[in-house]
């Protein structure tokens, strides 16, 4: 299912919105200030936001910002300007579709599946079959990226081959010398700390990202992802 944020002061802005998204089986969070927006879009996975421009504290241009300095998460923006610098300076901003007030509910529905489409299911089978999602971790095996709700996480060439290793095989647990073997082609030696070095950086990076310990530790065995 997928989750919008939908963003306003205006609360029974909000309450309508949610109300038709939710009607077409979407999952709405809702917020109604741009702080708290910023909040929870780095708490909950979230695949669109709608966004009001003019909101008290941070606006929606600041959040807009805010969000595609790391994310690329569609943005539908709705205000009450509706001159056209307010809407170039909106898309400038980073918004990916702009709607002015009063707006009609259905054509922003519209808008959001047009958005979510273009976004998500604008794919080819070969592209679908080369992603590997795990909670909020989400890994593309054709151009060797990741992300943590859309947000990239870089990874070196070594650790994204250890992680692509062990999200494949979820629940078996590899040893240090079967994950040398596998990612460097070579022969293992017991004082090889290579793998635990290249280990702790990887873990460092998705925990900092995931908020949880997603690579465990099996002592005297070795590494798994838990399925």
Not at 24 to 37: L, R, T
Not at 55 to 79: F, K, N, Q, W
Not at 204 to 215: A, D, V
Request: net charge negative.
């Amino acid at each position: 299912m997928r989750q919008i944020l939908v963003v306003d002061d205006d609360r029974e802005i909000v309450q309508l919105l949610s109300f038709y998204l939710q009607n077409e089986g979407y999952k709405v969070i809702k917020a109604y200030n741009g702080k708290e927006a910023l909040t929870i879009f780095h708490q909950e996975e979230i695949d669109l936001i709608v966004l009001d421009v003019m909101m008290p504290e941070v606006d929606g241009m600041e959040v807009c910002r805010a969000i595609r300095e790391t994310y690329h998460v569609p943005i539908l923006m709705i205000s009450a300007k509706t001159e056209d610098m307010d809407k170039i300076t909106g898309l400038m901003s980073g918004a990916d579709d702009y709607v002015a007030k009063p707006f009609n509910p259905l054509e922003l529905i519209a808008r959001v599946k047009t958005l979510l489409r273009r976004a998500y299911f604008y794919q080819s089978d070969n592209e679908r079959n080369n992603m590997i999602k795990v909670d909020a971790l989400e890994i593309n095996k054709t151009f060797h990226t990741v992300k943590v709700r859309n947000k990239p996480i870089q990874l070196t060439s070594k650790e994204f081959d250890i992680l692509l290793i062990m999200v494949s095989n979820l629940g078996r647990v590899y040893s240090g010398e079967e994950i040398y073997q596998l990612v460097w082609k070579e022969n293992y030696y017991s004082s090889n700390n290579t793998v635990m070095v290249h280990m702790s950086n990887l873990r460092e990076k998705l925990e900092r990202e995931l908020g949880y310990k997603l690579i465990k530790t099996v002592w005297g065995v070795g590494y798994k992802i838990d399925a």
